[in-house]
């Protein structure tokens, strides 16, 4: 039978780094049974016999989000053979908090002292031997970002497991403490095993729900544990989860003076750039700047230099020019050759002619990402979410949506207060994903010279988006809350792994690669279909004036007349961007002919726009296309973290409803400013803005009549 490892260990402690290294490519992805959190497992790559199982981070065993929980119940209820903690060496007594718990289940453990490379650099030393001796468990020193200590590591855990250790030595605490804590364990002894007996006691003495529902006491031993509980919070006058913290964290204070030396007190690299980048005046203005830097370079100038290229090239001459030749020499039926070359090339190549600066894009988030300089965003954003009764929590999902929405949806499971994770999953979508790149590039291409002013500033619309979401929103009961804390843990910066974000950028381009090669060409396909022939089957003229797609679309043109561009071509690629964003750029490819050269800052495509669209209706088109329901499978992960059909629906009405009111404003306002016209319409949007200005400063009457507590518990 094989032996199962556990992995353990607070949130960027480096534990996926050191899963990667112990696994090698022995490794797959799944979710744990009943929820949808990510598990991930593999076998050790020098012995196919012993499991690696990656544990969701946690901080303690005292679970609040749905992550948390599972890494519990998978150490209580599967009981691995072997845990191996991964601590940070650089923040000791924080990460051994953990350790201390894990102790208590009373499971062999092996710790993973991690970024040692970091304690060398600031002058700190820790004496590796002491520490194990006083933990009572093997210490191992690594450096997983390296790669240093893990061949170590491995000998340690193959040896550990063979060797059939005894469980670690456990902190005792305060006499009083554990005069409390012998009491609850008489009570508990025919509740739970041996093993689980401390562990359980304290669990229970701290009033833990999912213990005692584990354990299903009586009515009468609750209260003899609840009578317990309040004669040592009189007696050391404290509540009880503060007095088993503190007591933990002091003994953890006099583990690391005897095992740790401090170096040299100097601010570190790390703290001196903070002083900048996280202060309180020049946070924001730096995160607006590298924003504006990362789209500068991505749509601006190394991109659409690449971007130009594959579209005049590749898919301008080289694709059509061979497809043409090869088909035409087979004597093919014309519109077959249409299909092919109007419709898949045409289609699909619109698309992929986008990928060099998407790829750009992946590249410079990732090294944001790997530097450590996306972590200090979060903080600088928690400051101003907070402000608004908002969760710095949630920036995390925003983050990783601007990837992809379906994963920066699914990273709401990390939020433990669940009206906090309801408001994440209903406004992750407004960032721009990276399926919204090609409609922002084809547009601000066309209309506003590539700006990267245009592109950037979709990025601060999105935030707005959920800011201004998140105020209304949680003035309405189901969503009343007070923000949970924001707590995360600062990486040092360091110089980004050339090979982790290049990786990062390839393994995004080739999930877009395939969406083009499958839902996106699925969709050419269509597209070209309907574009080419009328309800009575027979192709239509070039125009595709009269075609289906032509009729649907202005059937739905009164719709969106007030928002400025209520053309059938506009309006059909906005409902064909409902299955993909990216078909928003695949459709207009088809229906104007567009072809190659879709970025160019050509007299052509400003033409071929301007017969369709003005400037304020160009962007307007991509305020509503920004800000809109998302696509498919994003609203499919809506409902999958929903978990619930009335919640998924009003998320996406929500959705519908916002996009349609800040496009609705800021054309007419946009048309009577700039150019004189005033109308119905410029009243109609001068309502729907005070509407949305009132709803911004409406009291929020759930949480002014002193109900916090009762909603956040509900």
Not at 531 to 543: A, C, G, P, Y
Request: proline residues 4%; hydrophobic residues 50%; charged residues 15%.
């Amino acid at each position: 039978m094989k032996k199962v490892v556990a992995l353990a260990g607070n949130p960027n402690s480096g534990k996926t780094t050191l899963f990667n290294h112990l696994t090698g490519g022995n490794q797959r992805v799944g979710n744990w049974p009943g929820v949808t959190v990510d598990k991930k497992e593999g076998t050790l790559r020098r012995n196919p016999e012993i499991k690696i199982q990656d544990l969701p981070g946690i901080y303690s065993l005292s679970p609040y989000s749905p992550e948390e929980v599972v890494s519990r119940n998978y150490l209580i209820e599967e009981r691995p053979d072997l845990i191996v903690d991964v601590v940070d060496g650089s923040n000791l007594v924080r990460n051994l908090y953990l350790a201390t718990q894990l102790a208590e289940l009373r499971v062999p453990l092996v710790i993973a002292l991690n970024m040692m490379d970091v304690v060398e650099k600031t002058g700190a030393k820790i004496d590796v031997r002491e520490l194990s001796e006083r933990l009572g468990c093997a210490v191992v020193p690594i450096s997983a970002a390296r790669g240093t200590g893990i061949d170590e590591l491995i000998a340690v855990i193959q040896s550990t497991l063979e060797a059939a250790p005894a469980a670690p030595g456990v902190l005792t605490f305060s006499p009083q403490t554990e005069a409390a804590l012998a009491q609850v364990m008489g009570i508990l002894a025919t509740h739970t095993s041996a093993d689980l007996l401390r562990y359980s006691s304290i669990q229970a003495l701290q009033a833990d729900e999912l213990t005692l529902a584990r354990l299903q006491l009586s009515a009468n031993e609750l209260a003899m544990i609840k009578g317990i509980r309040t004669e040592l919070e009189q007696d050391l006058d404290d509540e009880i989860d503060s007095i088993i913290t503190q007591e933990r964290y002091e003994a953890l204070g006099r583990l690391a003076d005897a095992v740790q030396t401090i170096g040299p007190a100097k601010l570190s690299p790390t703290d001196r750039i903070d002083r900048i980048v996280t202060s309180r005046l020049l946070g924001l203005p730096i995160f607006i700047l590298v924003m504006f830097l990362v789209y500068f370079v991505s749509i601006q100038t190394i991109g659409t230099m690449a971007t130009d290229w594959v579209n005049e090239v590749v898919f301008g001459d080289v694709v059509p020019g061979a497809v043409e030749s090869f088909m035409t020499a087979r004597d093919v039926a014309p519109w077959l050759l249409g299909l092919v070359n109007d419709g898949i090339v045409a289609g699909v190549g619109a698309v992929l002619g986008f990928l060099p600066q998407m790829f750009v894009l992946f590249l410079c988030l990732a090294i944001l990402e790997d530097s450590g300089y996306m972590a200090r965003v979060a903080f600088v954003m928690d400051r101003i979410f907070r402000r608004f009764g908002l969760s710095g929590k949630s920036f995390i999902p925003l983050m990783i949506s601007t990837g992809c929405s379906v994963p920066g949806i699914q990273a709401s499971r990390t939020m433990e207060n669940e009206r906090d994770r309801r408001l994440t999953i209903m406004t992750a979508s407004f960032m721009p994903c990276s399926a919204k790149l090609p409609v922002i590039a084809l547009i601000a291409g066309a209309f506003f010279g590539g700006s990267a002013w245009v592109t950037t500033s979709f990025y601060f619309i999105g935030i707005a988006a959920v800011i201004v979401s998140g105020v209304i929103l949680k003035k309405f009961k189901r969503l009343a809350a007070e923000p949970a804390p924001f707590v995360m843990e600062m990486p040092s910066y360091h110089a980004p792994r050339a090979l982790t974000t290049l990786k990062y950028a390839l393994s995004k381009s080739w999930a877009f690669i395939k969406r083009a090669g499958t839902i996106i060409l699925l969709s050419a396909i269509v597209i070209w279909f309907l574009s080419n022939f009328d309800w009575s089957l027979r192709m239509v003229e070039e125009s595709g004036a009269d075609s289906i797609l032509a009729s649907l679309g202005n059937a739905l043109a009164w719709l969106f007349y007030p928002l400025g561009f209520n053309n059938w071509q506009s309006i059909v690629a906005t409902i064909t961007g409902f299955i993909a964003k990216e078909n928003v750029v695949n459709t207009l490819g088809i229906v104007m002919n567009l072809g190659s050269g879709l970025t160019e800052e050509s007299p052509e495509l400003l033409q071929a726009f301007g017969a369709l669209l003005n400037t304020h209706g160009a962007y307007s088109f991509l305020l509503f296309n920004m800000l809109c329901m998302p696509c498919f499978a994003a609203v499919g992960a809506i409902k999958t973290e929903m978990a619930s059909t009335k919640w998924t629906l009003a998320a996406v009405a929500w959705q519908m409803g916002l996009a349609y009111a800040v496009s609705l404003i800021y054309y007419n306002l946009a048309q009577w400013f700039v150019n004189g016209i005033f109308g119905l319409w410029t009243v109609a949007a001068i309502a729907v803005l005070i509407l949305l200005v009132a709803l911004l400063l409406r009291p929020n009457r759930y949480l002014a009549l002193g109900q916090k507590k009762e909603l956040v518990s509900a």
